[in-house]
Structures are given as C-alpha cells and as structure tokens.
C-alpha cells in the first residue's frame, strides 16, 4: 500500500473523532454551605430579603444532598426572612426629627423622658425598687470584652400612680395605695415567653402597652410587640408584632410614645457599632395606633422601601445633642446641652463662664468633624463587608486609622464636655 492510500485511510478512520472535540468550560466555582449561609445572613441584615432567601435556600438544599438535617436555627431564620420581606412594602412613614448614636452604657441617663417615664433600678420609687429583675453580670477581661447589656427599665406614669415591672417572663403591674404599691390582679398569661420582656410603655390611654422581647416569631434579636388590656381590665390580649421601620433585622429595644405631647421615640441597635443603639425620635401618632398601615394602598419604590424601613439618614453623635422633648423653647434654640440632671442649655446666653462658651465652642466642632469620620467609617465598613479580598487590602489602612481617630477624638470629645461642667461649676 502506497504512502498516499495509508495517509487517506487514516484521515477517514480518525475524522469522527476530530469531529466530536469539544471545548471544555471551567466549571464556576462553587459555594461551600458555610458561604452560602453567610451569603444569607448578609443580605438579610442589608435588607437584601430576595437574595437572602435565595440564598438560605441554597444552603438548605446543600444540606440536604448531604443528608444533613436542617437546624432549627435555620429554619427559625428562613421565617424571620419571609416575615421581614412581608413588612417591608408596607412599612410605616415615621417623622423622624432627630436621631443619636448613644453608648448602651449610657442610655439611662441620656435617654430622652416624657409623661411617662423608663427608670431603671436606682431610679425607682424606692419601695418598688428590689421587684425589677437583677441579671448577673457576664464578666469578660481585655482579650474577650463583653459588650454591655442594654439596662432593664421599670415604667411609671406621668402621676406616678402606676409602674409596670419586668418580672422574669411577663409583666407585674403596681398601683400606689397611699403610700405603698400594691400588685394588681391582672393577668399576663398572654405575654408569657421564654424569654425576658424589656421596656414595658403604657400609653396614656391606659390601655395600650408596648415591650420588647426575644421571640423565634420574630425578625432577630429582640422585637417590639403592642398589646391592649380587655374591656374588663384584668388582661391582654394576644400581643402583637409590630412592623416596619418599629421592627428590624437587629435589635429593637423600646418604643415609646407621648400622646398629649405628640413624639415619642425608638430605640434599635440597626447599623449602629457594637456597643451603641440609635436613638430616634419622631413626631406624629405612628399609623398602627390608628389601625392603619404605610404601603398597603401604594406599592413603595425600592429606594422609599428602603428609606421607611430602614430609617435611613444622618446620625450624630454624643450626649450634646441626646435632646429632651421638643417645645416652642427648644424649636427656636440656639443649641442642646445636656449640663447636669434636667438642666439643659439652649442658648449661648445660658454659659455662666467664658471658659465654658469657649470649651463647648471647641466641642461643638470637633462633634461635627467626628460626625464626619463615623460616616466615612460606616461607608468603609459597609464595603468592607461587601469586598473581596483585594477591596478589604485597599481598605485596610484607611479603616483602621479612622478607627483610631474616632476612639480618640470620641474620648476627646467627651473630655471637652466635662471640661465644660466643670467650668460652669458642676463637681
């Protein structure tokens, strides 16, 4: 056989096969369950409630091909998800007129009062004061810090003739009788739980109460609930979940509001550095007192969706401006300066001393430039959480000396203020 015959043979025997070659993709790489439930937990925590639940589901199904059982936890957490997505097109629009970035250590003296007031232990009226619950402090040292805990409140009303305790998994109610307290016979069957109830708020018509607790119900953490006494006065009804921007993803310690003064406020740690709450004061009666809710009528934009529900905006800093209700006095001030007890100055004119206009001057500038800081620092942080791992080196440098500058000017910051009460002779 000739060359040329063997060469022609050969090209017909192995044409098929040239003919079948294909290219071969690489695969995409893929998520480990642990990435996949991280990739959930953050998006949740940034609204995100679609590729939250995408995700969650992901990882279920990862567990399932390895037949795994799915924790509760999991299933507790894909709940919460479904119920947040559910309250985030119909949240409220709360007015929120001024909002503060305060230390939980500091939330029972900085925490703004109306008629009806939030008293932790040593506030109370002293023959009430050993009925609020004492939980033992977790001790950590300088390696493991352990955040603190935001404080238990007693409420009492604006006449001091009623208080509502915390007692272990429900509420006690007292009322004055002459000069002791007597526990009243109402029932709290309805409120129980497994866990603590925080933050008892009686409305001023007597019959509405707000709390926090924690509940596998819920949204995360802790969450706000409204209940009301029964016409006959002797219990409540089935409490119920409160919904958006009241509720978050965090969180939500204390609601509260102040009819005959028209604001109230909102606690929640949402966003905030670990350690710290926002506290948020709105005014107008919010539209779930009034059986009604935002965004059932009109499908909200995405970006008002986020703007209601989240209660997005500029946050400040320190005890300068942690303010006391609004008055016709307060709308006009020049400034808020929380001195001492219920001392508060609202003008320039108030400083006793030139030493304390000057020193507050300073203060009030470095406030302003530490505002600054916390918001560049809350963006990078927000990437941070976002990036790879070449946007977290880029960053790196820039995040941690922001951090040590807002550690120190905050330090500085609060020196500067006590500086002032003690030039305007404060001891």
């Given at each position: 056989?000739s060359?040329?015959?063997i060469?022609?043979l050969s090209?017909?025997?192995?044409?098929p096969l040239?003919?079948?070659a294909?290219?071969?993709k690489?695969?995409?790489p893929?998520q480990s369950p642990e990435q996949?439930?991280?990739?959930?937990e953050?998006a949740?925590h940034a609204?995100?409630f679609?590729?939250?639940s995408?995700?969650?589901?992901k990882?279920?199904s990862?567990?399932q091909?390895?037949?795994?059982a799915?924790?509760?936890?999991?299933?507790m957490?894909q709940?919460?998800i479904?119920r947040?997505e559910?309250?985030?097109?119909a949240?409220?629009e709360l007015?929120v007129?001024?909002?503060t970035?305060?230390g939980i250590?500091?939330?029972?003296?900085?925490l703004?009062q109306?008629?009806?007031?939030?008293l932790?232990?040593e506030?109370l009226?002293a023959?009430?004061?050993?009925?609020?619950p004492?939980?033992?402090?977790?001790v950590?040292?300088?390696l493991?810090?352990v955040?603190?805990v935001?404080?238990?409140?007693?409420?009492v009303?604006?006449?001091?003739?009623?208080?509502?305790?915390?007692?272990?998994?429900?509420?006690?109610?007292y009322?004055?009788?002459?000069r002791?307290?007597?526990r009243q016979?109402v029932?709290?069957?309805?409120?129980?739980?497994d866990?603590?109830i925080?933050s008892p708020?009686?409305?001023?018509?007597?019959?509405?109460l707000f709390f926090?607790r924690?509940?596998?119900?819920?949204?995360?953490?802790?969450?706000?609930?409204m209940t009301?006494?029964?016409?006959q006065?002797?219990?409540?009804?089935e409490?119920t979940?409160l919904?958006?921007?009241?509720?978050?993803?965090?969180?939500?310690?204390?609601l509260a509001?102040?009819e005959?003064?028209?604001w109230?406020i909102?606690i929640?740690d949402?966003f905030?550095p670990?350690?710290q709450?926002h506290?948020?004061r709105?005014?107008?009666?919010?539209?779930f007192?009034a059986g009604?809710?935002?965004?059932?009528?009109?499908?909200l934009?995405?970006?008002?969706?986020?703007?209601?529900a989240t209660?997005?905006g500029?946050l400040?800093?320190?005890?300068a401006?942690?303010?006391?209700?609004?008055?016709?006095?307060?709308?006009?001030?020049e400034?808020?300066?929380?001195?001492?007890?219920s001392v508060v100055?609202?003008r320039?004119?108030?400083?006793?001393s030139?030493?304390?206009?000057?020193?507050f001057a300073?203060?009030?500038a470095?406030?302003?430039?530490?505002?600054?800081e916390e918001?560049?620092?809350s963006e990078?942080?927000?990437?941070?959480r976002?990036?790879?791992?070449?946007v977290?080196s880029e960053?790196?440098?820039?995040?941690q000396l922001?951090?040590v500058s807002?550690?120190e000017?905050?330090?500085?910051?609060?020196?500067l203020?006590n500086?002032?009460r003690?030039?305007?002779g404060v001891?």
């Open positions: 056989m060359l040329r015959s060469l022609l090209a017909l025997v192995l044409a040239w003919g079948e294909k290219v071969v690489p695969k995409a893929t996949l439930l991280r990739e959930a953050r949740y609204y995100q679609g590729p939250a995408t995700a969650l589901s990882y279920i990862s567990l091909r390895r037949r795994q799915v924790p509760d936890s999991i299933t957490l709940g919460q479904a947040a559910r309250m985030y097109g949240a409220d007015r007129v001024d909002s970035l305060v250590d500091r939330i029972a003296e900085l703004p109306g008629s009806g007031r939030f932790v232990a506030q009226p023959d009430i004061r050993s009925l609020l004492v939980e033992t402090p977790v950590g040292d300088s493991h810090p955040p603190p935001f404080p238990i409140f007693g409420f009303d604006a006449l001091g003739r009623n208080s509502i305790i915390p007692d272990t998994r429900a509420l006690a109610w009322a004055k009788a002459g002791s307290w007597e016979g029932a709290t069957k309805t409120l129980e739980a866990a603590p925080r708020f009686l409305l001023e018509d007597g019959m509405t926090a924690r509940s596998p119900a819920g949204l995360g953490g802790y969450d706000l609930y009301r006494l029964t016409e006065g002797n219990s409540f009804f409490p979940l919904g958006m921007p009241y509720n978050s993803p965090y969180n939500d310690y204390l509001y102040h005959s003064e028209g109230g909102l929640s949402r905030a670990e350690g709450v506290v948020y709105f005014t107008g009666r919010p539209a007192l009604r809710q935002g965004g059932e009528t009109t499908e934009a995405p970006e008002e969706a986020y703007r209601r209660l997005s500029v400040y800093e320190g005890e401006v942690a303010v006391q209700p609004t008055t016709q006095r307060e709308e006009k001030a400034l808020t300066f929380h001195l001492q007890g100055y609202h320039w004119a108030d400083f006793k030139d030493a304390g206009r000057r020193t300073e203060a009030e470095l406030r302003e430039s530490l505002a600054r918001a560049r620092l990078l942080r927000a990437r941070w976002e990036g790879d791992a070449s977290r960053l790196r440098s820039e995040l922001l951090e807002v550690r000017k905050t330090k500085q910051h609060r020196d203020l500086a002032v003690r030039h305007e001891r």
